[in-house]
């Protein structure tokens, strides 16, 4: 039997690319932040309680899981849908997705709204980049 030789630019060649998943997760990142740092600030005397592990325990798993999906959006946009050709207009692409993924990692073991935020502000920086490449002048929404 002969071989078909075909190619991909990804393993399911849908093409349809959109930096909008990251976005959401990133969102929930910084949410899921903003309440651990909430339920500590207002349960400094009772931190011990089975309730407060409990909702604790369930936002850290939360943040975690949706720090590594934006990571894997992320890393997506960047492996599968940056061509050489887009490194003429960004000649930072490597270092943006770098530094967003390594946010994506900070993240899921810190609880700090500082890197929350920048996670979102590097998250928006990749969501106008991708739309410009594609020559589309799409608005930054945020879902929260």
Known sequence: MTAIEASAHCDGPCGVYDPASARVAAEAVQSMTKKMLTLAANHSTDTGSAAYIN???????????????????????WTDFFKPQHLEENPDIHTIFWQAAKLCSACKVEVSSEHAQELMDAVEHIHNMFWKVKGRDVPWIRAS
Request: charged share 40%; net charge negative.
């Open 55 to 77: 909702t604790m325990s369930r936002y850290a798993a939360i943040k975690e899981e949706e720090a590594h999906k934006c990571k894997e959006e992320l890393l997506v946009l």
